[in-house]
């Protein structure tokens, strides 16, 4: 069987309207269970990683491209890698993640600002990725690139090859890069190596920083990484230091980018939602045109409970996949060893027994305390993965999504420069627009 990698999300779903909640299908020499019973996928989810791991040809992909970082590497190897990206990205950390935060927002308000005034329209996804880009690296790395402003060459347009080109390889029926290079993977291969030019130079000003000073820090997670792998036995060499780094960038990019962008889709076209929304944030902010502290991001639940609404039905993540280790049972289904099961994770939170009119675009059923909108089973709801590989980085996500969609409320009215019906979704390991594109106006 032979998918366009963009769409393949797409016709899973379709057949899963005609076959039901589980059916197989032949990919390349293997059989492979489709499944969209939420049940299911949380009891796989949380039984890895003893017996289901991640779709194998994800680790070799990723590791012919220098990233077998903790996203897609197995075994005994995940845990130290896990260990320490946990330790990094903790909710503990985020009182002092907050004003750099702040800091990025301020710079991406100033740049809408200027281009809300010229009267262009602008590229959102493009400009939501700049700024996760400058979010992931500041936190995780130390270093701000400060990619917002700059016009030049900027790491994105590179780091954009990866997860398309991750995606392709990943479910390719025969590795052709292996034995002949396409143009597409001569272009890769010049953007895969830029990236690791640009991550060899950031371990290394790392790596001199802390020769430099000693006794200071670890301050992040690259420092936390170089300090682990001078202690004997981590199992933490350079290789998995650049693979984390390059796994971090890219894991940390798209997902919010991408997220926030289909938010963005929804407020666009809904006048009354962005009246709320704007309210909300007055209330929330005051004066100030962002969220400058740790307490004021609590204030903002709305903004997160209308991008959770927005990725239920347009998610980011539509399909989650694995593969059995050995031989199991999954509900009454036997899968050899080493069958991939593909998740798909958007009908079950189209289903009116998981949540009430679920047709219809309602943030507030996300919000503690609102019973108008029931069922609500949360369960149903995978956009982050579940069990010990939950998402380490779901809590900062939440944080640049409370920040971004404020921000925008407070300062901006928001319209799409394109029919709705002409913005389609294309899956490159996450699901995003095809393009969408926006004019803003200042708001008083
Ligand atoms: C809205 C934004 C995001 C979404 C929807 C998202 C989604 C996911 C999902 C579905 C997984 C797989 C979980 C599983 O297998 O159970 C995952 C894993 C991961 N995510 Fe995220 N993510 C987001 C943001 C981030 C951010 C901001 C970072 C870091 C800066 C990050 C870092 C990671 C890492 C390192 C893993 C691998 C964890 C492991 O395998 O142990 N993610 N993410």
Known sequence: MQFDPKSMHLILE???????????????????????????MQTVLRER????????????????????????????????????????????????????MHGITQRLLQRWKRIAQAGEILEMTDELIRYTV???????????????EDSGDVIQIHLAQIFPMLMSRTIAPFPWWRYIKLPQDRRFDRSLAVVHKHIAQLIERTR???????SDGPHNLLEAM??????????????????????????????????????????????????????ASKNALGESS????????????????????????????PQLVFESIDYAVLGDIALPAGTPVFFLTRPSMLDAQKFGRPEQFLPERWQAGHEQVRPHDAHAYAQF?????????????????????????????????????????????TMHPNAMPVRLRCLP
Request: proline share 6%; charged share 20%; net charge negative.
């Open 14 to 40: 379709k057949w899963g309207d005609e076959f039901g909640s589980a059916y197989v299908i032949g990919m390349g020499p293997k059989r492979t269970l489709v499944c969209s019973d939420p049940e299911l």
């Open 49 to 100: 990683p003893e017996k289901y791991r991640r779709f194998s040809p994800i680790e070799s992909a990723a590791a012919e491209m220098g990233g077998n970082g903790v996203f897609s590497v197995e075994g005994e190897a995940w845990r130290p890698q896990r260990r320490i990206v946990m330790q990094a990205l903790a909710p503990t950390n985020f009182r002092n993640f907050v004003p750099v």
């Open 134 to 148: 400058d979010v992931t690296t500041a936190l995780a790395f130390g270093e701000d690139p400060n990619t917002i």
């Open 208 to 214: 001199k920083k802390m020769q430099d000073h000693p």
């Open 226 to 279: 170089l300090a682990a792998s001078t202690q004997e036995g981590s199992g933490i060499t350079d290789e998995v230091i650049a693979a984390n780094v390059l796994t971090l960038l890219v894991a940390g990019e798209d997902t919010t980018a991408h997220t926030l962008a289909w938010t963005m889709f929804f407020i666009g076209q809904d006048k009354a939602l962005q009246q709320q929304l704007h309210a």
């Open 290 to 317: 962002t969220c400058a502290t740790f307490e004021g991001l609590k204030s903002l639940d709305l903004f997160e409970a209308t991008a959770m609404e927005a990725t239920r039905l347009k998610p980011i993540i």
């Open 385 to 429: 993965g579940a069990g010990p590989r939950v998402c380490p980085g779901r809590h900062l996500a939440m944080v640049e999504l409370r920040l971004v969609l404020s921000m925008l409320a407070r300062n901006f009215s928001l319209e799409l420069a394109a029919e709705p019906g002409s913005i389609k979704e294309e899956l490159d390991f």
